[in-house]
Structures are given as C-alpha cells and as structure tokens.
C-alpha cells in the first residue's frame, strides 16, 4: 500500500504567450498549451491555487512581480509548479538564455527575463519542491548540473524518500536549441506527451523523473528537439522529487 503522504499546499504558476509583437512573431499553440495544462491540473491533481498569465497579462513586471508573491508566500512544506510556453532567446555573446514576455518588442535584454532570473526566484522560493517545466527555445540553458536519480519502486519507502528532500528540477522541451511550436492535436509535441504522461497514469502518486520517463523518447522521435531532465545548481536541490497527487484518490 502506498502512503499517505503529509503534503503543505501546491501551488502552480501557468504562463502563456502567444500575442508576440515588434521583432517577436505570434506563435500558435503557446496560451492553448498552457490552459490544456491548467485544466488538467484543476481537474484531476490537488492544486491548492493555481495562478495564470496568457497573453497580455504576461508582461515582464507582471511575472517578476508574481515570482515575488511566491518568495513571499510559499513556506517550507509546500510545493510549486511553474509552466511555461512562450519564446525563448539566446544570447551567445552573453552564453545566457531568456524568457520573452509578451511586451517585448525588440530583441534587447532589457526587454526579457534572463535564466539568471529564474534561477535566482527558483531559488527564493522556500518551498519543499519546485519544478520548472519550460517549453521554449533554448530552455535548458537554465541547467549548470547533473545528478543521479533515486532508483524507483512503487513503494511507501521510495515515496517517502524522494518526498522528504527538497527538490529544484526542470524539466525542458529541449535543451539549448529551438523547439518546435506546432506539434499534436494543437499542442505541441513536448506538452502534448506532457500532458498524455499525466492522462495515462493511474497511479495517485506520480513523480517527475518519472513523467520525464514518458515523455523523452516519443518527443525525441517525433521532432528535432530533445528534453532535459535535471536539477538546478545552487538552488536549494537536495535529490529529492516533485510529487504529482490524483485528486480522484
């Protein structure tokens, strides 16, 4: 029998973006991905609150000013999930990767949010387990590390093992490289098996080495890019994982 685990609340922050001006093009699958995944996770996870930026609510204060509303909510025992879909930028020059909100018009940084960012907010958030899943371009620039995974068993002992250390994890739609907008039945192909992961497990446990296992090699085989599944260096990972609960249970 698997456990009962004891769980702080579960956040998840789902941006976005497909109404790009200026230099950026519109893309089309972006805010669609974004609210499959939303609704999902309204549907049949436990989510204690859920916040959303599509399109023009996500400028860059506004998702700055939304990761400071984590820092400052989000307490020990809790647990967070940060979806997003939009363009991402790579400055070879600087060796930094971007996220571009929806009020950028130019290709400046200043108009972007820089992995540097992230990776700083990531690591202010006080919670139990964080998991970035980035779908855009260039997303895993965010990675500076490797580590090994905990073999799994579906037992109390593995649950309440990966539970109990903290976490800060990504997983990407490819690595540094562009990723494909167009895809599956009008996602694209990294959440469309995202989300098929997420459908086709029956279990009320569900973690994210394991929805990285679903879905590595069908988008592998199925587009140019390939995901990344790894922790965030300096950032507060202790090996542990985020853990998905069914609601149904």
């Known amino acids: 029998m ?3 685990l004891k769980t702080g609340k579960y956040y998840a922050l789902i941006i976005g973006i497909d109404n790009y001006r200026g230099e950026w093009p519109k893309l089309n699958n972006a805010v669609r991905d974004a609210k499959a995944v939303e609704d999902f996770l ?4 436990s989510f204690d609150k859920i916040i959303t930026l599509y399109d023009n609510e996500a400028t860059r204060t506004e998702i700055f000013d939304t990761f400071e509303w984590l820092v400052e909510n989000v307490i020990e025992d809790d647990n ?7 363009h991402g930028e790579l400055k070879k020059n600087l060796k930094k990767g971007f996220w571009v909100p929806v009020d ?3 290709q400046s940084v200043v108009d972007l949010i820089s992995n540097s960012d992230i990776h700083t907010f990531i690591g202010g958030i006080d919670s139990k387990h964080t998991l970035l899943i980035s779908d855009a371009c260039f997303a895993g620039d965010i990675f500076r590390s490797r580590r090994d995974r905990i073999p799994f068993e579906d037992s109390e002992r593995y649950y309440s093992e990966v539970y109990r250390k903290r976490s800060r994890q990504a997983i990407t739609s490819g690595g540094v490289e562009p990723v494909m907008d167009g895809g599956r039945d009008g996602h694209s192909v990294f959440t469309y098996y995202f989300l098929k992961a997420l459908k086709d ?4 446990y569900f973690d994210a080495g ?3 296992d679903e879905l590595k090699v069908p988008v592998s085989n199925n587009s140019k890019q390939t995901p990344m599944f ?10 542990g994982q985020f853990v998905f609960i069914r609601s149904e249970y």
Do not use: C, H, W
């Open 210 to 212: 394991m929805i990285y």
């Open 201 to 204: 497990n029956e279990s009320k």
């Open 104 to 106: 950028a018009t130019t």
């Open 42 to 45: 309204r549907t049949s996870y």
């Open 2 to 4: 698997l456990p009962s």
């Open 230 to 239: 790894q922790s965030i260096k300096n950032t507060g990972d202790e090996g």
């Open 80 to 86: 967070v999930l940060i979806y997003f879909s939009g």
